[in-house]
């Protein structure tokens, strides 16, 4: 069954962990946002809404908030927000591209992709943007990664 009929971009959809959404990323706004929408494809909302570019959702465990990539601070970051688009907060603040998140199965880290050491290695923060820890440290690109518990 089709869920977007957008003749734009709609892709990289993620289920929140109730299964009852589904958040993904759009062009259709012109410039890229973050969206949410039922999981029968009802209701679909622009949670980031914003004029830079905003993609790559990932649900918390807990479903109550997103991460997502986004340019507004003149380079690629990671954001959280709430699950209903409000309180949008830098988490990474770094001068380097960052990208691809995953939430850790307690939802207190996030695990994501950065090329601020000259080549993608994967890093954890705290979803308050402290206690930053380094993961890889090889001279191939590490990239998307993926939490599983």
């Known amino acids: 069954m089709r869920l977007t009929t ?35 494809g009802s209701n679909q909302v622009n949670l980031t809404n914003h004029p830079e570019f905003d993609c790559s959702p990932a649900w918390s465990p807990d479903g109550m908030k997103l991460s ?40 207190l880290r996030l695990i994501f992709d950065t090329d601020r050491n000259g080549n993608w290695e994967l890093y954890s923060i705290g979803t308050d943007g402290a206690n930053q820890v380094r993961l890889t440290t090889n001279s191939a690109d590490d990239e998307y990664p993926v939490w599983r518990p």
Do not use: C, H, Q
């Open 68 to 107: 997502f990539v986004t340019e507004r601070d003149g380079n690629l970051e990671i954001y959280t927000m709430n699950a209903d688009g409000s309180s949008p907060v830098n988490v990474t603040n770094n001068s380097a591209d960052e990208f691809a998140s995953t939430w850790t199965g307690d939802g």
């Open 6 to 40: 957008d003749p734009d971009t709609d892709n990289e959809p993620r289920w929140s962990p109730d299964g009852l959404k589904i958040a993904f990323y759009s062009g259709r706004s012109g410039n890229g946002d973050v969206y949410v929408m039922n999981a029968d």
